[in-house]
Structures are given as structure tokens and as C-alpha cells.
């Protein structure tokens, strides 16, 4: 089943921070993090793995609540760079890493 | 480079007609993915492998066929079955384990003539 993201978009001011959040209603091995730009390839930022643990990627960081099944992707002093499309995908399984992707979070950073 | 590599970039497919995706790997992967991507969608799977000879179906899978003959590639054909094609297709590979990403192609863009 298909994790849900929200928001589904959102628009900042250069600087601004924002919160991307992915919840699953199965229980979760890892939760995956990309970001795409329009017309490429999605590119990858972090895994989160069951645990809880929180990784950071410049002043991008994410953290994974196994209670709620929820992954939360935080963007700290946002950058024109940063706009693009949010995606996570997630892993049922401690087999292999089959993804399952949410529908994306659309994110437009303005100066 | 290790890298993926999707040919060609753009497409076009006449009424009736079979196109194939080409999709080459040189990161040892041993698994690979086909995802189709539809306007401000998400990616969903239409098939993967996680062997040589040996590919599963994934939630998208009619109207699409593939094969994986070498480890290093995995073509994705998109028949005449498949009444509704265009769409951004991407390839993928990884190491198969939960703790490592999928490496993603430039994507090939697929159009109705």
C-alpha cells in the first residue's frame, strides 16, 4: 500500500524551513528519501532505517518514528536549490529493498 | 563512472506498434527496476528482478514485458497492449538489501504518434 505524503505542496521564501511528512499504515524496515527535479531522475538523500535513528545531509535531516510508522523529512534554511519534487519510498520487508513510493510533496523555494 | 544508463531519451510509438526501453547497469547490481512516472505522480513499479533470468511483476505490469538475460541489463518493452504509454519511464538499480538505495536512469520520455 502506498504511503501517504503530506503536504502535497508547499512554497517558501529563501530561508524558510519546511516539514515533509511520509506515514505508513504497515510496519516499516526502512523509509528512503529523493528528491526529483522536473524532467529528471530522482535522486537520492537518505534511508532511514527501524530504530528511530535520524540522519542528516547538509541542512537537510529526517528522522523515523516506529510508533507511528511515520518518517518526517525537515529542510532547514531552505535554498533555491532545494525546490523540486519530495518523494519517500518505503520498505516492508528486511529481505530486499522493494520501494513503495509515496505521491510526492512539491516543493518551490522563491527568493 | 559506474553508472545506469536509459536509451533512447525520447520516444515515439506508432498505433500498434512494440518499443523497447533499454536499460544498462555497470554498478554490479544484482537488482533492477522499471518504474513509470505520469505527470506530477508518483513512481509506480512494472517490473523488477533480482536475478538473471528471473523478473517478478510489479503493481503496473499489463501491457509491459521484460527481460534479463545479463545482469548488466534489463529491457523494458512496452507493447501494443498498453493503450495508454506515454509516460516518463525510469530505471533503477540496487544492492538487494533494505538498507541501500535505488540508483536511478535519466529516464526515458515515451510519446503516442
Known amino acids: 500500500q502506498q504511503p501517504v505524503q503530506s503536504p502535497q505542496a508547499v512554497i517558501l521564501r529563501e530561508g524558510e524551513d519546511a516539514v515533509i511528512n511520509c506515514s505508513s499504515s504497515?510496519?516499516?524496515?526502512?523509509v528512503h528519501w529523493y528528491r526529483q527535479k522536473h524532467g529528471e531522475a530522482p535522486v537520492f538523500l537518505m534511508i532511514?532505517?527501524?530504530?528511530?535513528e535520524q540522519k542528516g545531509h547538509e541542512k537537510i535531516s529526517a528522522s523515523f518514528n516506529e510508533k507511528k510508522q511515520q518518517s518526517s523529512l525537515y529542510l532547514t534554511a531552505s535554498q533555491l536549490s532545494y525546490s523540486g519534487t519530495y518523494f519517500c519510498?518505503?520498505?516492508?520487508?528486511?529481505?530486499?529493498?522493494?520501494?513503495?513510493f509515496g505521491g510526492g510533496t512539491r516543493l518551490m523555494v522563491k527568493p | 563512472d559506474g553508472g545506469i544508463t536509459q536509451s533512447p531519451k525520447y520516444l515515439f510509438r506508432k498505433e500498434g506498434q512494440n518499443v523497447t526501453l533499454s536499460c544498462e547497469q555497470n554498478?554490479?547490481?544484482?537488482?533492477m527496476y522499471w518504474y513509470r512516472q505520469d505527470p506530477g505522480q508518483g513512481l509506480r513499479l512494472i517490473y523488477y528482478?533480482?536475478?538473471?533470468?528471473?523478473?517478478q511483476k510489479g503493481d503496473i505490469a499489463e501491457g509491459y514485458s521484460v527481460s534479463r538475460e545479463k545482469k548488466e541489463s534489463f529491457p523494458l518493452t512496452v507493447t501494443s497492449a498498453q493503450k495508454n504509454p506515454t509516460a516518463f519511464y525510469l530505471c533503477?538499480?540496487?544492492?538487494?538489501?533494505?538498507?541501500?538505495?535505488?540508483?536511478f536512469g535519466d529516464g526515458t520520455r515515451l510519446s503516442i504518434l
Open positions: 519510498g518505503t520498505v516492508l520487508s528486511n529481505a530486499g529493498n522493494m520501494l513503495t
Open positions: 504497515k510496519a516499516l524496515y526502512s
Open positions: 533503477a538499480s540496487s544492492i538487494i538489501s533494505y538498507n541501500q538505495p535505488q540508483h
Open positions: 554498478l554490479n547490481h544484482d537488482a
Open positions: 532511514l532505517l527501524k530504530g528511530g
Open positions: 528482478s533480482q536475478i538473471v533470468n528471473d523478473f
